[in-house]
DNA sequence: GTATACAGGTCTCATTTAGAGACCTTCTTT
DNA sequence: AAAGAAGGTCTCTAAATGAGACCTGTATAC
């Protein structure tokens, strides 16, 4: 049995999870940090080659979109193919896990949307006091 | 009348949004950074003082956990409670606000508590390529 | 009374990470 | 022959983070 009101952190506290060297954090960082969110974004719609990512994304460096996507990609999130055209190309897209991801990354940011008002607010109130 | 599969991205820009200045994505960083995602969760079982909060989260810094519980606060996220008790103590809690982002964040989480084996196998595929 | 402890921070400095942008390679077009 | 595009990498600088010393005011211990 399992008491239900105790908090994620600490069912794992008393399962000797330490939060220090926590899997889930690692995916969390490279999940929800700024540009994997946006890389994720806009691979909604579909797949993406390099250079289109990096013009949608316009203010993305390459070396940040490089990364990105290698983390995601190593996470088996997003799926990378190069095609033998000449100059080759790479095309990105999301694998399955990706596309069982999104709609909880989609629910985060239609929160914030839907709460920006009220932060907006808060964010006055708190500033000048 | 709006197509349905444009992805939000695309909606956005479509309304002439600048994905550059995107208060969304100012209000995710805070909520979803390292720091702020272990506090949230601790803060999910009810108020917690200063110190508590660091002997809960034993790899934080005293900086970084003012810095955390500054920016939810000023967002409306966190609420800050001063008791003249001598010395004085601080009860920091989630607001309303706050409350509604919770069950998002713990979306997330169980998700990549759900999804850990598969991303450790893709993670070493990736490595051994 | 002096010394030590605790609450809730701030400040400084060393280390990491991110960002800007030059450069690279192979092919194609002009 | 020169320039351009694709998909990156490399270098250098700037910004963020982490470790930990220090601060202020009361309380308790010696």
Redesign the pocket.
């Given at each position: 049995m399992q008491r239900v009101s105790d908090g994620k952190l600490n069912q794992w506290k008393a399962e000797g999870f330490n939060p220090a060297n926590c899997p889930v954090r690692q995916v969390l960082d490279h999940v929800s940090?700024?540009?994997p969110v946006l890389v994720l974004m806009e691979l909604e719609t579909g797949p993406r080659?390099?250079?289109?990512l990096l013009r949608a994304l316009p203010?993305?460096?390459?070396?940040?979109?490089?990364?990105s996507?290698?983390d995601l990609e190593r996470d088996g999130i997003v799926r990378?193919k190069?095609?033998d055209t000449?100059?080759?190309?790479?095309?990105?897209s999301l694998t399955d896990l990706g596309e069982g991801f999104l709609p909880h990354l989609l629910a985060l940011v239609d929160w914030a949307e839907g709460s920006m008002q009220n932060i907006l607010t808060a964010r006055k109130e708190f500033d000048l006091r």
């Amino acid at each position: 049995m399992q008491r239900v009101s105790d908090g994620k952190l600490n069912q794992w506290k008393a399962e000797g999870f330490n939060p220090a060297n926590c899997p889930v954090r690692q995916v969390l960082d490279h999940v929800s940090a700024k540009w994997p969110v946006l890389v994720l974004m806009e691979l909604e719609t579909g797949p993406r080659r390099f250079n289109e990512l990096l013009r949608a994304l316009p203010d993305i460096s390459k070396r940040m979109l490089t990364q990105s996507l290698r983390d995601l990609e190593r996470d088996g999130i997003v799926r990378r193919k190069v095609f033998d055209t000449k100059p080759p190309s790479v095309s990105y897209s999301l694998t399955d896990l990706g596309e069982g991801f999104l709609p909880h990354l989609l629910a985060l940011v239609d929160w914030a949307e839907g709460s920006m008002q009220n932060i907006l607010t808060a964010r006055k109130e708190f500033d000048l006091r």
